[in-house]
């Protein structure tokens, strides 16, 4: 016994500090049993084999196509419409419509889809958007409670019942708990959020998103440090490609784009091609290089080079009627990376943009720091947003890549647009054809064979480009985490450290009523998952949970569902849940600003749901 508590309270503080990846801590607290014999190997990997991680992945797949085939946004836009121009109707439909697609999906990927979406909608509406991005982050969470498969610990908790003897939750046990999270969350977080986030974010503050180009321009310093010179008859540079005049190493400087002026079929007229600058591009007479980097050493490459140097405001080309090409012509937008992203931790160029999407990093936003200059070393980091440039067509393929970043600075009538993607009626009927086999039990099919065989013909049907574009959508991190710390529960089971634990909770508080050793259970759930994760904490929970109930001799269903609810109710920190965290930069929330908005919504949740558990599921 003591061993077993030996590791848990030492992965538990690693879990807490957060300088050690999760599944990493769990791999080598799993490793740790065996090695001291605690678990033995059949036992310490039996969590890889547990139907409820072999569903979690099946999930992540069937959620990625969904997001793919443009299913999930369409739908999301359209309802949003119906908000006009009413906060209060505005508010209530983000909350409702994020939390139906959260009941699906996975939560930090319903934050990235509804993020964009919802900032164009409240700037529209001239509403401060920061009233609604901590709300969408909450949502996700509260939507996870509408279904089975809604989250992990709702998968957890049937799967401890099972385990137990007991029957299994249906498909839509868990809906009434979550209409009524969702319902106090819009009762609580309407007020909250006026009191508290109204005057932080929005207009005021230059939230990232939601702005125009020229507030991007302006915020980055595009119009000091973008450059454009024109290629005349006398320019040494003419027939000289990028690498031959060395403009990096010498300069300091970076070609973004090239404008070329080509005369059409037709005498009479002339178009302007763009193109991104390659180290292989030869320059021709007239041709218009938009440089960025500091102001001496544009002039000294224009000296060298013999280059007429523009003014910013000059157009390339002048049509008959007076119309110049504009200077915003140049497609920019920011991007914000997701706590999952892969380039996180890599430097830009290690991150491939200009090979992969044909764009240009032009500057990182770092909290309150703006990185300009030699980026191509700048190691990136989590929570960073970056200002990226290029054609439109490229920036809009960014937004396909939903798990590694949100694109947060397109255009607002960019941003409003929808592309529905010709398999979405495919990965519709396919989610419905999965949520029938798992609902109606005249179908003899197991939960686990219908999430298996619906991810698997979303690969088959063309609902993905690739299977490797299904492969990145799972989150391999959270999938070992979970697999790798189920046989911890095994171990305390096996050791009496679960026994030990609720016959102390049952002796002190049972003999108060079964209300309130069930109130214990939720508060110390809800206290856990503040500082580790929300599957780790169901996982230790549940089966502690289930013996509690079992000692007083009441049935054990109200007490798993506290546990779920609890563990997935986690407001009060931007690092509890990923959509927290990514909600924040978004946002320009400080900490202080989820202690004041979600502190009393995690505390009123918790109250209500003590209340409201032992009606729907007696004891």
């Not at 868990?174 to 959020?193: D, Q, S």
Request: hydrophobic fraction near 50%; charge should be neutral.
């Amino acid at each position: 016994m003591l061993v077993t508590i030996i590791i848990l309270i030492i992965a538990s503080a690693f879990f807490v500090s957060g300088k050690v990846r999760s599944d990493i801590v769990a791999l080598c607290s799993l490793i740790a049993l065996m090695v001291t014999g605690v678990l033995t190997p059949e036992e310490a990997l039996s969590g890889f084999s547990n139907n409820v991680v072999i569903m979690m992945i099946g999930l992540f797949v069937v959620g990625g196509a969904i997001f793919q085939t443009g299913l999930a946004k369409m739908i999301s836009s359209r309802i949003l419409k119906l908000a006009g121009n009413s906060e209060p109707r505005l508010f209530i439909l983000v909350m409702v419509v994020t939390s139906a697609i959260g009941a699906f999906v996975s939560n930090t990927g319903t934050v990235a889809l509804m993020l964009p979406i919802v900032v164009s909608m409240a700037h529209n509406a001239g509403i401060n958007a920061s009233r609604l991005l901590m709300p969408i982050a909450f949502a996700s969470s509260m939507g996870g409670m509408m279904t089975l498969i809604g989250t992990p610990p709702n998968l957890i908790i049937n799967d401890t019942l099972t385990g137990a003897g007991y029957d299994s939750l249906s498909f839509f046990s868990f809906t009434p708990v979550g209409i009524i999270c969702v319902i106090t969350g819009i009762l609580v977080l309407m007020p909250l959020t006026k009191w508290f986030l109204g005057k932080n974010g929005g207009k005021d503050s230059g939230t990232s998103s939601g702005k125009t180009l020229g507030q991007l321009a302006k915020e980055y310093g595009l119009s000091s440090n973008l450059f454009r010179l024109r290629a005349v008859n006398s320019s040494k540079a003419i027939g000289k490609t990028i690498i031959d005049m060395d403009v990096r190493k010498v300069y300091k400087l970076n070609v973004l784009e090239i404008r070329r002026i080509e005369s059409a079929q037709h005498r009479f007229l002339k178009t302007v091609t763009q193109k991104l600058a390659s180290a292989g591009t030869v320059i021709k007479n007239g041709d218009i290089l938009y440089v960025t980097g500091e102001a001496e050493a544009v002039h000294r490459f224009a000296g060298d080079m013999g280059l007429e140097m523009l003014d910013e405001h000059a157009s390339e080309m002048t049509t008959r009627n007076g119309k110049t090409l504009a200077f915003y012509d140049i497609g920019i937008a920011e991007i914000l990376l997701t706590p999952s992203s892969n380039i996180v931790n890599r430097t830009v160029k290690e991150a491939g943009f200009r090979d992969k999407f044909n764009v240009n990093v032009l500057g990182i936003r770092r909290k309150k720091e703006y990185i300009l200059h030699e980026l191509g070393q700048e190691v990136i980091h989590n929570g960073d947003v970056l200002l990226v440039q290029g054609a439109w067509a490229d920036i809009a393929r960014l937004g396909k890549e939903d798990s590694e970043w949100v694109v947060l600075g397109e255009p607002l009538e960019q941003a409003r647009k929808v592309t529905l993607d010709y398999k979405a009626p495919v990965a519709a009927v396919i989610m419905i054809a999965m949520v029938a086999m798992m609902v109606f039990n005249f179908i003899p099919v197991a939960p686990v064979t219908a999430v298996m065989i619906a991810a698997m013909l979303m690969v088959l049907t063309g609902c993905f480009r690739n299977v490797e574009a299904a492969y990145k959508t799972i989150n391999w991190e959270t999938i070992v985490l979970f697999a790798a710390m189920l046989p911890m529960s095994l171990a305390l089971e096996k050791t009496g450290v679960s026994d030990y634990i609720s016959g102390a909770m049952a002796g002190s508080l049972g003999s108060y009523g079964p209300m309130v050793l069930m109130a214990g259970i939720y508060f110390v759930t809800s206290l856990m998952t503040m500082f580790i994760s929300n599957t780790v904490t169901a996982v230790l929970m549940a089966p502690i949970a289930l013996q509690c109930a079992q000692q007083i001799g009441v049935s054990p269903v109200a007490f798993l569902f506290a546990v779920t609810v609890a563990a997935s109710m986690c407001f009060a920190s931007p690092f509890s849940t990923p959509p927290n965290a990514l909600v924040m930069r978004a946002g320009q929330y400080s900490f202080m600003d989820y202690v004041k908005v979600g502190l009393p919504l995690q505390v009123i949740m918790g109250i209500v749901m003590v209340l409201v558990l032992p009606l729907l599921f007696p004891f």
